[in-house]
């Protein structure tokens, strides 16, 4: 008899926590939000968040602070989130270097398959970026003079996106540059502005500043946009591919049902206020609003491509 009531009461209480977290859920947000950007301040990831938690803070009724843990090429913050508790309130911001490039390019603690794909946010087309008193005035000009000697071109870690599709627009267009590595995109292109490094590959919320004040100018780039008329497209050159980054929410693998609804709910709602399409129209960047298996049947595709090339490289 003392063991059925030893047995009812284990039961009783694990029954209370299971309603207790299930409450928990249901009212989920019930404190602030952590939304992790791998990379430093003032790179097109911590400009599109920032647009992105102002905004949906007010549809979920608590603060979405975000959290700048930049190192390894984006590495460090997507570790962090990867092994963080599963309950909503510490999120990151991943892109396609850290999400799906990194993972097969490096040893990483993580991988794609560590978190839960929440929400698609924006697009940004890639550019190969010079300062305003380069001698290369268009692509073609670039062209030749990287056939003719060496051309340093900035990009942010040696696995980076920015570096894997360098490489295949490098190779398409006959050329090699000399890549030198920073920390971030921003600190790239103040070593172009600067005179230090004669190229860089860009996304607009970057360089998208510089072109406006007139330190620098893009010579070619993914596609054609209204913010940067008379820009030629990599496909103008002959060069194949789509050559773009994007900014999504994702949360550590295991995350609750309700909270990924109540994330892309309010994320619906914001990306169609013409205030927020505005501000990220600003910075360059393209409401690419897209969840579900539209979007991450899409990236699975892409993660087996980026897996095949870096197993020819490593053979």
Not at 42 to 62: F, H
Not at 186 to 215: C, N, Q, W, Y
Request: with cysteine; charged share 20%.
């Amino acid at each position: 008899m003392n063991n059925m009531k030893k047995s009812l009461t284990i039961l009783a209480g694990a029954l209370a926590v299971c309603l207790s977290a299930g409450a928990a859920q249901a009212g989920y947000p019930e404190k602030p939000i952590k939304v992790v950007v791998p990379y430093g301040a003032g790179g097109d990831s911590d400009l599109t968040t920032r647009i992105w938690a102002d905004a949906v803070e007010k549809e979920l009724g608590v603060p979405v602070v975000v959290i700048n843990k930049p190192g390894g090429g984006g590495i460090v913050g997507t570790a962090f989130v990867a092994n963080s508790r599963k309950d909503g309130y510490t999120l990151i911001n991943a892109g396609l270097g850290n999400m799906l490039v990194t993972p097969n390019f490096s040893k990483t603690p993580y991988s794609f398959d560590s978190f839960t794909p929440v929400v698609k946010m924006t697009s940004v087309p890639l550019a190969v970026v010079v300062a305003k008193d380069s001698p290369y005035k268009t692509f073609d000009d670039f062209i030749k003079g990287a056939k003719n000697k060496t051309v340093t071109q900035g990009s942010w870690g040696a696995s980076s996106s920015g570096t894997i599709l360098a490489n295949i627009i490098a190779d398409q267009a006959g050329y090699k540059p000399k890549y030198v590595h920073a920390k971030d995109g921003a600190t790239s292109m103040v070593s172009v502005i600067g005179g230090h490094i004669d190229s860089a590959v860009s996304f607009p919320p970057i360089f998208g500043p510089h072109l406006k004040s007139e330190r620098a100018r893009a010579l070619v780039m993914n596609q054609k946009m209204d913010a940067f008329p008379g820009v030629p497209t990599f496909a103008d050159y002959g060069i194949e591919g789509s050559f773009e980054g994007w900014s999504g929410i994702f949360a550590p693998k295991g995350v609750p049902e309700e909270v990924v609804k109540k994330l892309t709910e309010a994320t619906n709602k914001v990306m169609k206020d013409p205030a927020v399409i505005k501000a990220y129209q600003n910075i360059g960047a393209t409401v690419d609003y897209r969840y579900g298996s539209e979007w991450v049947d899409g990236m699975q595709v892409t993660y087996n491509i980026m897996k095949d090339a870096a197993d020819k490289m490593k053979n």
